[in-house]
């Protein structure tokens, strides 16, 4: 699957507002999806205010459950592959990369890694999905823009 606008992309998110991550699998934490995505962007827009492809990343790393439920090991490269016409190579190749076994990491994806597990446990008050509509926007059309440029 393919997203193709922001639209789309905003209503998968919330769509994890009821998901939990990796229902059944040994190990597995049963964590909200949505306030897991909100939390992990929350945490990078603090760290990294200027990168909002980081930011980005951050916030839709999570919706491979939603893509293919059940299947563990498929959900960085659902994600990445749903999010890479849409937001770019570079946010798919960091959602791609956010486990921490699936490779070596440059600084950025270490600290979306930091910021996924920060977002698993931080109570904080992370806002709401709404808030990251604009951000998402911008970094679509840049995209589009770089993407029109081939
Ligand atoms: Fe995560």
Redesign the pocket.
Known sequence: MELRSVEELMDLLYACRSAL?APGFPGGRRVDLHQ?ALR?AAVLRRSRPADKELQVAGLV??IGPLLRPGDRTAHPDCAADAVRPLLGERVAGLVRG?RPDSGPADDDLLRLRQA?EE??HIGFAAGVLEDWRTVLELVAARNSRLGAVD
């Open positions: 991550d897991h992990t790393h999570a956010h996924d977002g698993r």
